[in-house]
């Protein structure tokens, strides 16, 4: 079943391994088949040097339920799903302990859009997530990670600014593609490196709000031109 799909979310994971964001078992990377309401993710903690297109593990996007599959699905399984539940434009869903980025989410703040590479891919700051509560943490904990990440979004288009911080855990991203999700979640660890850096450099520093909507919209806009 899905063994394109199954193919295609193996190879992101493994990319999250090539790119250097993850090591031993952490993250996750899933993708999404909408006309049959299926999901498929990685399983949960299998090394990556071990892990072949067939551990790929098929969730039924509706009730959850595990529809093939000889192993455990993810722990983030029903983060996932919370995201594909309430967008219906994602495609494909990366969770990541990628270092800087996790070190942002730790330190609990946005990150703020302050180059061009930033505004590049997204619009907004990343924002980060408030405290999760006691009920949450408790009850359902995973499910509620995705249930914060969408009220967080609340007020943004999750397509134009694809990526959160979950405060005190780290980094979630997205795109139309497990590809695309992977590829974001590349650009949000380079971001956050160098936002570090620059506010090292000038803890003062300022953005030209100019340059935010001439590289965001000459990528994404209507009027769209960069590339071929
Ligand atoms: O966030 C965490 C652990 O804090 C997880 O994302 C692990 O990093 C990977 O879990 P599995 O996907 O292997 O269950």
Redesign the pocket.
């Known amino acids: 079943m899905l063994e394109e799909l199954k193919e295609k979310v193996y190879r992101a994971n493994i990319d999250l391994v090539k790119h250097g964001l993850v090591i031993f078992?952490?993250?996750?990377v899933s993708g999404i088949d909408r006309e049959k309401g299926l999901m498929v993710i990685?399983p949960?903690?299998?090394d990556y040097d071990v892990m072949t297109p067939d551990d790929m593990v098929v969730i039924d996007i509706r009730t959850g339920e595990k529809v093939e599959g000889k192993l455990k699905p993810?722990?983030?399984t029903p983060t996932h799903l919370a995201l594909y539940r309430a967008w219906p434009e994602i495609g494909g869903v990366v969770?990541t302990?990628s270092t800087y980025a996790t070190a942002w989410s730790q330190a609990g703040i946005d990150l703020p859009n302050i180059g061009t590479t930033h505004a590049d891919y997204f619009h907004k700051a990343i924002p980060c997530t408030p405290d999760m509560t006691e009920p949450e943490v408790t009850n359902d904990y995973e499910l509620e990670t995705g249930n914060v990440i969408i009220k967080r979004f609340e007020d943004m288009n999750p397509m134009h600014t694809p990526g959160v911080l979950v405060k005190n855990?780290?980094p979630f991203s997205w795109g139309k593609d497990p590809h695309d999700a992977v590829h974001n979640a590349v650009v949000m660890e380079q971001v956050a490196k160098m936002a570090f850096i620059a506010y090292q450099v000038n803890p003062g520093l300022t953005m030209n709000p100019l340059l935010i909507e001439k590289h965001y919209l000459r990528k994404h806009g209507p009027g769209a031109y960069y590339g071929q």
Not at 25 to 28: A, D, E, S, V
Request: hydrophobic letters at 15%; glycine letters at 20%.
């Open positions: 078992t952490w993250g996750n990685k949960s903690g299998v993810s722990s983030d969770h302990h855990h780290g």
